[in-house]
């Protein structure tokens, strides 16, 4: 019976979770995303891999944020985390 209420309580918790939006994961991908902007503003060549890692990590941030105004947030959160990894790639590679 102890691990039945275990079971609910751990339950609830981590469904209370999930329903809150990922706001600091989002401002974290957006900050990230607009400090990589300047490097590729006036970009001559749009094919580079950094480049693409660029456009691919605003493309996550928009996913991210239309998820998040659809209130799902476990999806806005992946974008989130997505958009910042790919900015950090391009960054890195520029």
């Known amino acids: 019976m102890i691990r039945f209420y ?34 590729y503003e006036g970009v001559e060549s749009k094919k580079s891999p950094a480049y693409e890692y660029f456009q691919s990590a605003e493309k996550a941030l928009e996913e991210a944020t239309k998820a998040l105004d659809e209130k799902d947030y476990a999806k806005a959160s992946r974008g989130a985390n997505e958009a910042k990894r790919k900015a950090r790639l391009a960054a890195k590679f520029k």
């Open 6 to 39: 275990v079971l609910v309580l751990s339950s609830v918790a981590l469904m209370s979770c999930a329903t809150k939006p990922p706001v600091q994961a989002m401002a974290e991908a957006r900050a990230a995303v607009q400090s990589v902007r300047p490097l």
